[in-house]
């Protein structure tokens, strides 16, 4: 049963367009989530994060919002830039402190 | 500061061995969490450990087992491998517990494959 759900698994964006990526979860129980951004042969790195009590957090070129009755959330990215092109994690914690992440999605950034 | 080190990269083991992995977090981090990806099921939560005690583990088999030392070095052992074990093993590092609810820190990951 995956909690953590990334339905795309690759994106295309024009350079300088807005991206979207989303991720939907089913467990109420997550209060904590967060965006890994991961470039081949590299390890994630961290993004942003966004605490259950929030519904948008934003930091520079990056914002994600979270709809809780909805159980969805989506990472904003604008304007999109060559660099922005990796595999985007969507992961999620609960107070139990598991960890879940889903399964990624590509995202290519167009010239 | 260095960042999260795990060696080897690269590793070839066939079907029955067993292997270790080895993580070196960012100094000063007592957390660290472990993970394994694989195309089909992306990045999955095997444990975490914090002051040389496990935390937390994800579901997985008793055959995955790890330990934390006192410099919070961290190892992570896979005994009689299987063909599906073939995966990149991640290591993340974080300054506190809860390693979850902070950012973490990812090395570049050991590619294991399995023969």
């Known amino acids: 049963d995956q909690q953590v759900k990334q339905n795309s698994p690759s994106l295309s964006v024009q350079e300088g367009r807005i991206s979207i990526l989303n991720c939907d979860y089913t467990?109420?129980?997550?209060?904590?989530f967060l965006w890994y951004k991961k470039y081949p042969a590299e390890g994630p790195t961290f993004l942003i994060s966004i605490s259950s009590i929030k519904d948008k957090n934003e930091d520079g070129r990056f914002t994600v919002f979270l709809n809780k009755s909805a159980k969805h959330l989506s990472l904003h990215i604008v304007p999109s830039q060559p660099g922005d092109s990796a595999v985007y994690f969507c992961?999620?914690?609960?107070?139990?402190?598991?960890?879940?992440f889903g399964k990624g999605t590509r995202l290519h950034i167009l010239p | 500061k260095a960042g999260v080190t795990q060696t080897p990269r690269y590793l070839i083991k066939t079907r029955g061995q067993q292997v270790t992995l080895s993580c070196s977090p960012i100094?000063?981090?007592?957390?660290v969490s472990w993970y394994q990806q694989t195309p089909g099921q992306g990045l999955q939560f095997l444990f975490e450990y914090f002051s040389e005690t496990q935390r937390n583990k994800g579901n997985f088999p008793g055959r995955f087992s790890g330990r934390q030392f006192s410099n919070s070095r961290s190892e992570m052992n896979v005994s009689t491998l299987e063909l599906g074990d073939s995966a990149l093993y991640l290591c993340?590092?974080?300054?506190?517990?809860?390693?979850?609810?902070?950012?973490?820190?990812f090395g570049p990951g050991t590619r294991l494959t399995v023969l």
């Open positions: 100094s000063g981090h007592r957390s």
């Open positions: 992961a999620a914690s609960a107070p139990d402190d598991k960890i879940i």
């Open positions: 993340a590092s974080s300054p506190a517990w809860g390693g979850l609810y902070n950012e973490q820190f």
């Open positions: 467990n109420s129980m997550f209060d904590y």
